[in-house]
């Protein structure tokens, strides 16, 4: 065989040989196209490219329809048809009923330090029970009570009038607010009972929204509905346990 033909049988010759007519057909076709043929095989490689930009930030989309849902406000609960129920979720109740009582609790204390007398101080009622303890007298003890009595009870009378009816109308809400919280809890204990269950959680969605709603009653209506849900809670009691309703103490 003859060194021409060596060479062309030569597998390097040949692959070499084969792209080049590849790219001789290739381009061959291409100038056979016309505009429009070109134009949409262009546009096709850039649909397939696309795609790959636009995911660079999935997660943008998905956090703008995420915020752009429903809030549920502060001390409310939205049902699924988007009523707005007063009162918290069953599940932040405990929370709730603390913040309450002890919101109330406070309140009360910076209210009474602020009408308190000279009576109310610890130091004053050292000094009195020391001057007691030194008196053996029992008729002279008795009289130095007597007066202490009167004292405190003109003292009082006094701090009352500057407080004024908005100050003790103000000073009873805050002691049934603070009992708001020892309410859930005496009925979160009826609820174990399997027979009242039901019962009790109707008197917790009561006493949540009662709570919620308190600041917006009046005075008469904020006392009645409290003293209505205390005899409710009452008489779960008494039914947890056996049907004897707890008998208040006597004084004695």
Same mark, same amino acid.
């Given at each position: 065989?003859?060194?021409?033909?060596?060479?062309l049988l030569n597998p390097?010759?040949?692959?070499?040989?084969?792209? #080049?007519?590849?790219?001789?057909?290739?381009?061959?076709?291409?100038?056979?196209?016309?505009?429009? &043929?070109k134009e949409s095989v262009?546009?096709? $490689?850039?649909? #397939?490219?696309?795609?790959?930009?636009?995911?660079?930030?999935?997660?943008?989309?998905?956090?703008?329809?995420?915020?752009?849902?429903?809030?549920?406000? @502060?001390?409310?609960?939205?049902?699924?048809?988007?009523?707005?129920?007063? +009162?918290? &979720?069953?599940?932040?109740?405990?929370?709730?009923?603390?913040?309450?009582?002890?919101?109330?609790? !406070?309140?009360?204390? +910076?209210?009474?330090?602020?009408?308190?007398? $000279?009576?109310?101080?610890?130091?004053?009622?050292? &000094?009195?029970?020391?001057?007691?303890? =030194?008196?053996?007298?029992?008729?002279?003890?008795?009289?130095?009570?007597?007066?202490?009595?009167?004292?405190?009870?003109?003292?009082? !009378?006094? /701090?009352?009038?500057?407080?004024?009816?908005?100050?003790?109308?103000?000073?009873?809400?805050?002691?049934?607010?603070?009992?708001?919280?020892?309410?859930?809890? /005496? =009925?979160?204990? #009826?609820?174990? !009972?399997?027979s009242l269950t039901g $019962?009790?959680?109707?008197? %917790?969605?009561?006493?949540?929204?009662?709570?919620?709603?308190?600041? %917006?009653?009046?005075?008469?209506?904020?006392?009645?509905?409290?003293?209505?849900?205390?005899?409710?809670?009452?008489?779960?009691?008494?039914?947890? @346990?056996?049907?004897?309703?707890? @008998?208040?103490?006597?004084?004695?």
């Amino acid at each position: 065989m003859s060194k021409p033909s060596k060479l062309l049988l030569n597998p390097f010759v040949l692959t070499a040989s084969g792209i #080049v007519l590849l790219g001789v057909v290739s381009i061959a076709i291409i100038r056979s196209m016309t505009p429009d &043929e070109k134009e949409s095989v262009e546009s096709g $490689e850039k649909s #397939v490219i696309r795609p790959a930009k636009s995911s660079v930030h999935p997660s943008r989309s998905s956090g703008d329809s995420s915020s752009s849902g429903p809030r549920k406000s @502060q001390g409310k609960e939205i049902q699924g048809d988007g009523k707005i129920v007063a +009162g918290p &979720e069953k599940s932040k109740r405990q929370e709730f009923m603390t913040t309450i009582s002890v919101r109330a609790r !406070n309140e009360l204390k +910076g209210l009474r330090e602020q009408y308190k007398t $000279e009576f109310d101080s610890a130091e004053s009622r050292k &000094e009195f029970s020391d001057t007691l303890r =030194n008196v053996t007298d029992p008729e002279e003890r008795e009289r130095l009570l007597r007066e202490r009595t009167t004292a405190m009870r003109i003292a009082r !009378n006094k /701090m009352d009038a500057q407080k004024g009816f908005p100050g003790r109308a103000r000073e009873k809400r805050l002691i049934a607010l603070m009992q708001v919280q020892n309410l859930w809890r /005496m =009925n979160a204990f #009826v609820a174990r !009972n399997a027979s009242l269950t039901g $019962e009790a959680g109707k008197f %917790d969605d009561r006493l949540a929204e009662w709570a919620a709603n308190s600041e %917006d009653m009046s005075d008469e209506e904020f006392h009645a509905s409290f003293n209505d849900l205390r005899h409710a809670l009452n008489d779960l009691r008494g039914r947890n @346990q056996g049907g004897i309703r707890p @008998q208040p103490s006597v004084p004695k």
